[in-house]
């Protein structure tokens, strides 16, 4: 594989975790504004881990293109959440972002690889699709981390959280963070963050976010998903006040010390997609 391909890739996992963090308001989360529900992390934390896993999104890109298998995948990816815990000081700030974000760059250098003349290698249901078939059977058989809160969330509440998003092709980044993100780009053309916010609430509005159980259970999860529904309802980015009413919604979540982490990750995975198309 060229290695500008892979560069490319890794480059654009970066830039997705960049824009997620920049993305404001996004209720209970850290941005460059403040940092939501957490005390254990800001904007440079996460900037910091973002800049140290970014060469291992190369490695999986390359990895992919590699036809390696679930185990090989796996190393890469724990290389690169103690390259994280040793930039952020032992912070977990993009765990879930490693494994998603690095399977789609694996399944980035599979397609290019297999299809490197067609026009369609990167279109985001051929990662997903990618995904699901290469990976999927192992992602859901392997190994389940300990004390995770996703873990956690599945024992208590049966959610199936990352894993079962990843070993499915990412449907939901797909079916509605990306219709969402273009919604928000024709409703606010010159506001390339609106588009971001009207992604993130659609997400937030029917994502079973394991996150969000671990912080509040299931009510904190209902109240998560019915004040994104409200927000949409109400016009979303389309209204002028809009980010007034996503301001209301974030400092509720603060108060309430939630964290929807899981949808963050699936905004960032939506941006990551909706780039690659852009380079299909």
Partial sequence: MPRYVADLVADAAEAALLAELETWPKPGLVSHVDSGSHTDMDASTLRASATAITPFYYQLTVAGAAESGMNRLREIGLEAERAMLAATGGVNTHRGAIFSLGLLCAAAG????????????????????????????????????????????????????????????????????????????????????????????????????????????????????????????????????????????????VVRRLSPGGCADLLAITLFLDALEAHS
């Fill in 110 to 253: 599979a397609t290019w690889y297999k299809t490197t003349r067609s026009e369609s290698h990167w279109r985001a249901k051929v990662l997903g699709a990618t995904v699901r078939q290469r990976w999927g059977h192992a992602i859901m058989s392997g190994p389940i981390p300990l004390h995770s809160h996703g873990t956690n969330a599945l024992l208590k509440f049966g959610a199936g959280g990352a894993r079962a998003q990843a070993a499915a092709g990412f449907p939901h980044a797909i079916e509605v963070g990306l219709p969402a993100l273009r919604r928000g780009r024709r409703l606010a053309p010159k506001d390339p963050e609106a588009a971001h916010v009207q992604g993130f609430f659609a997400i937030l509005a029917s994502m079973e976010d394991t996150n969000l159980l671990h912080r509040g259970g299931a009510v904190g999860l209902r109240y998560a998903q019915e004040a994104a529904t409200r927000f949409l309802e109400q016009g979303g980015v389309e209204q002028t006040d809009w980010r007034e009413r996503a301001v209301a919604v974030h400092r509720a979540f």
